[in-house]
């Protein structure tokens, strides 16, 4: 029997002993019932045991067949704008990969600048940075440029598992993902998180605020200190040029697409303008691409579209509700306050503590996860450190941002799948850029977020 199973196992009969437990003195028999589903999703979730969106169903049919909260409070992701952002943004990932047109962006990229190792490797995350503000899907990105990479690294000469490959390989998955945290559609956790603030408090994070607050530091340095490292962990020397750069012209196809997506990042980049939530912006882009004649896809694509993280995404949305509207969030935060140092005042303090918190509640879940667990107790850090409350939220984005292991990025254990990569060669990057982030990207964006304001 696979580890993960067992696991699953031993999940499954830790949420039903909480469930079936003599609730303590002040807990109320809801709040274990909540603890318990808390337990048994998230669990799972770490386990790896079922896809994430089987789990989020079963959560959703466990909550209300036990009663644990009402329809609204656990369907209550599907009224979010930032759900149907997923879903647009979903629709939007098969177009372009349907009409080859970031294929056709990327390998541009790469045959016109890609010269030397060293060059590669910046142009590989360069890409990964430019289409996470086109594709809203991590899985798809790195389903999209991986083979695109291999193909790169093989055509210079690098073999499978040599230092050239594993790192430009790595250098994509890490930088699809890592510098995606920046950017509010690229990836799921961000958007649990902006869920979960406007599901929880009503609180909008407009695309153009988390691209300022969030961007430059774990945006643009943390590509940086992403090439360097690699660099530095997989030496190589490119053996033989790129080839040619392709030169012919777009087809109708993708012209249209590219419309499309040019006007989405338009109306994202100016919400704080005109006011449109995100999510209508990416629904409206995706029936674009749907529409006869004036699409990209026909209509019956819709059912090749995967639906798997719009329901995961869902699942984690109501279950931060759930934990709020039951106590769980509110027992938690009364724990927290007698072992967290935090205070008014010490913002520094405050915000590494919060920040290696969300970090490492990452070992015991996957990423998209971490915002659903810790935004609820987003009220109790605001109240502690005496941020505003958006303050609190956006530093739960520190702990996803960046991870230790793997597993805790669905899409990073899919890269490994797909580039055939050891996963001893992924720890090799992984937890010493996980150290530097700790050690230096963390006190550089408690320093921006000084410079503009963000403490209040």
């Known amino acids: 029997m696979k580890a993960s199973s067992i696991l699953g196992f031993v999940v499954i009969a830790a949420a039903v002993a909480v469930y079936f437990t003599p609730p303590p003195a002040g807990v109320s028999v809801e709040m274990m019932h909540a603890a318990a589903l808390v337990l048994f999703t998230v669990g799972l979730w770490a386990a790896g045991s079922l896809p994430e969106h089987i789990v989020g169903l079963l959560f959703f049919m466990l909550a209300m067949a036990l009663a644990v909260a009402p329809a609204q409070v656990v369907f209550s992701g599907f009224a979010s704008a930032t759900l149907w952002l997923v879903l647009g943004g979903l629709i939007m990932a098969e177009a372009v990969n349907r009409t080859r047109l970031a294929q056709r962006l990327a390998s541009a990229l790469f045959d016109r600048y890609a010269l030397s190792y060293a060059q590669l490797v910046v142009a590989v995350v360069v890409a990964s940075v430019v289409l996470a503000f086109l594709i809203p899907a991590t899985v798809s990105r790195v389903l999209l440029l991986l083979p695109i990479v291999m193909a790169l690294a093989k055509r210079v000469g690098f073999e499978h598992d040599s230092p050239g490959y594993n790192g430009l390989c790595l250098a994509m998955i890490i930088a699809t993902y890592q510098c995606g945290t920046a950017v509010l559609p690229a990836n799921a956790p961000n958007l649990v998180l902006a869920g979960s603030a406007e599901a929880l408090y009503g609180v909008q994070i407009t695309y153009?605020?988390?691209?300022?607050?969030?961007?430059?530091?774990?945006?643009?340095?943390?590509?940086?200190?992403?090439?360097?490292?690699?660099?530095?962990?997989?030496?190589?020397?490119?053996?033989?040029?790129?080839?040619?750069?392709?030169?012919?012209?777009?087809?109708?196809?993708?012209?249209?697409?590219?419309?499309?997506?040019?006007?989405?990042?338009?109306?994202?980049?100016?919400?704080?303008?005109?006011?449109?939530?995100?999510?209508?912006?990416?629904?409206?882009?995706?029936?674009?691409?749907?529409?006869?004649?004036?699409?990209?896809?026909?209509?019956?694509?819709?059912?090749?579209?995967?639906?798997?993280?719009?329901?995961?995404?869902g699942a984690t949305l109501g279950l931060g509700l759930m934990m709020q509207t039951t106590g769980l969030s509110e027992g938690l935060g009364t724990l927290l306050h007698g072992v967290l140092p935090l205070a008014p005042g010490a913002d520094f303090v405050n915000f590494v503590v919060l920040s290696v918190l969300a970090t490492f509640a990452g070992l015991f879940t996957t990423n998209p996860a971490q915002p659903a667990v810790l935004a609820p107790l987003a009220e109790y850090f605001a109240q502690a450190t005496g941020w505003p409350l958006k303050a609190a939220l956006m530093v739960i984005g520190m702990g996803f941002t960046t991870f230790l292991l793997p597993y805790q990025v669905p899409p990073a254990m899919v890269g490994l799948q797909v580039g055939a990569l050891r996963m001893k060669s992924m720890l090799r990057l992984t937890l010493p850029l996980a150290a530097f982030s700790l050690l230096v990207i963390l006190p550089l964006q408690y320093l921006w977020w000084r410079m503009i304001g963000y403490f209040g």
């Open 208 to 313: 153009a605020e988390y691209l300022w607050v969030q961007f430059p530091v774990l945006g643009a340095l943390k590509s940086l200190s992403i090439i360097a490292f690699v660099l530095w962990l997989f030496p190589a020397e490119a053996r033989c040029a790129p080839g040619a750069r392709m030169t012919e012209p777009l087809t109708p196809e993708q012209r249209r697409v590219a419309v499309i997506l040019a006007a989405s990042l338009v109306l994202w980049a100016t919400d704080f303008l005109h006011g449109i939530k995100s999510g209508w912006i990416a629904l409206a882009a995706g029936i674009a691409c749907l529409l006869p004649r004036v699409g990209v896809m026909p209509v019956a694509a819709f059912h090749e579209v995967r639906l798997g993280p719009y329901f995961y995404v």
